[in-house]
């Protein structure tokens, strides 16, 4: 019942805030190899096929892989602004870069690379991101075959959700969902109404 | 020069993104008590006067200030959705709750809490943020003195950036600042411009 209930006012939030193109962004806290706190903006890119898991494209060349290589667990930010609702989801995150050794997890990355625009495939043959720049021109327009499969910058992130705190600040209401897994390893969810 | 320089930038955007009341909105991650990512939505309450501190209201009852008192490190990540701009912001954060031993930062506590709004301090009268929640009836309204100090519950905290990553996702610039400490204790920036 709880997966069903915070999934289904994920859902929800998204239809009431589509209109808003940055209705798929949110922010992507983990822990940095510093051991510090690192955080971004990352897109939604969907669910995982008939799971509550979360999709994330990134490249593989980003600090965040390693971070999460060391430190898989991460905290998704993700405030609607015109409905006025936070969904904080706590989970581990899954990085599947083509080095993956799992058939199935590599068809996954296969399917993101191709469910996204070219444009934004292209990105991946750009230069290193976070190296200094070379200069002020605009980088050439890189051309990429629609057919060509993930390229080695191609990193999917699948985040296991397990903890989701969602606050509505139009009614006030706060709600605590908490995951547990039972000896036959069944994911069940329980919800509590919590205090803003 | 490089403290300007992204100060300068956060500044425009806030100015070009001002009609949008959840510009003022970011996210903040620490490190949860369990080691793990804690990220969360808050409000900029302005710069600390002549610094490029930044200022943060919150409530001492909410597990980000045992969070921050163990480990100071946090990142803010600030997307503004009109201008595409991103700045992550790194710093360390002070905690001045009601007990805090100096007395410019208990005076700079009071002066943050007359700065907000009636109804954001009746907040801190509320019952305890994440408790379960006792029913489904509204709270009563509560009647606050608007001569009345900071209450118990009331906590500022004060970031001090020590990096800062920008991001303009319009014109695909980024820029890397960083800021060092001279055996003078004087504090310097200097700028790089880094691939996106």
Redesign the interface.
């Known amino acids: 019942m709880g997966t069903v209930a915070w999934k289904q006012l994920l859902v929800g939030a998204l239809e009431s805030n589509t209109h ?1 193109r ?1 209705s798929s ?1 949110f ?5 940095g190899t510093n ?7 990352v897109v939604f890119r969907g669910f995982q096929d008939n799971t509550d898991n979360i999709l994330i494209n990134t490249d593989s060349r980003t600090p965040k892989i390693e971070e999460l290589k060391l430190c898989p ?5 993700w ?1 609607f ?1 015109d409905s006025w609702e ?1 969904f ?1 989801i ?1 989970g581990n995150v899954d990085v599947v870069d083509g080095w993956n050794p799992d058939p199935l997890k590599l068809q996954q990355r296969e399917k993101s690379w191709f469910a996204s625009s070219l444009r934004s495939r292209s990105q991946y043959l ?8 070379l200069g002020e021109q605009a ?1 050439p327009e890189i051309s990429l075959d629609p057919s060509t499969g993930p390229v080695d910058a191609f990193c999917l992130l699948i985040l296991e959700p397990d903890q989701v705190d969602y606050l509505n600040l139009k009614n ?1 209401q ?1 709600l ?1 969902f908490k995951s547990s897994v039972s000896a036959a390893a069944k994911k069940s969810w329980i919800m ?5």
Chains 1, 2 share one sequence.
């Open positions: 808003l940055h962004f922010q992507l806290a983990s822990i051991g510090k706190p690192s955080n971004r903006t667990s991460a905290e998704i930010c405030y602004t936070q904080r706590n750009g230069p290193e991101p976070g190296l200094p720049s980088q006030s706060r605590a509590e109404r919590v205090n803003p």
